[in-house]
């Protein structure tokens, strides 16, 4: 059974769809609170990103099974500005909104996997996957 | 949004969120709390987020801003019932909330 579920980013209320979405899935994969609470965390930094950055997006939702093991991978992506220094971008307390700076490393401390990808003036894709323990 | 459901028990204003808050609605309901403590003018805040279930840095951001702000209009700020899986969130993000103090 493959569940895939995709939210188009477009404005603030969409970033509530995409963790609603992204929770009820964690829920149903049988994630515990401490993990669907991280994962909805996650996809609500993502879902903003795209939001503030690049204005419009889609974060895509997912059930994975391999062999064994089970989790959830999210794909956040934009054709906005792109990330001009990701090295930059991923340190702590580095900010160029009103975030708190937080946002892509706490992301990353929040989840399993991580992978950013970004060429400038083509947009951001960022992955990230959480397993099931 | 409605306004902010606010409930003044004695010298204390007491401001409960029950609503997921999308960016918008997250800064009026700050401008809301200030407008608020203002006509009250109570000794201190209570923000109760029991029903919150997502903190992001976006919202953490917001809340301490407003603890912030709250403080420099003379009130003291305290937050109740952060739930324990956004205590680990928080944590293992590097958030810290600042500018006011905690209740269970």
Redesign the interface.
Known sequence: MEKIEEVSINNSEDIILARQIAREMAKELGFGLADQTRITTAVSELSRNIYTFAGTGRVVVKALSESAKKGMEIIAEDRGPGIPDIEMAMQDGYSTNKGLGQGLPGTKRLMDEFEIKSEAGKGATVTIRKWLR | MDKVPTLKMGDTLILTIQV?L???TAIRLQEDILERVYDTKPQGLVIDVSAV??????L??ML?DTATMVRTMGVETVLVGI????A??LQ????ELKGGAFSP
Do not use: A, N, W, Y
């Not at chain 2, 739930?83 to 956004?86: A, K």
């Open positions: 997921e999308h960016d918008k279930g997502v903190v992001d840095s976006f953490g951001r301490s739930q324990p899986e956004i680990i969130t293992e993000m590097g958030l």
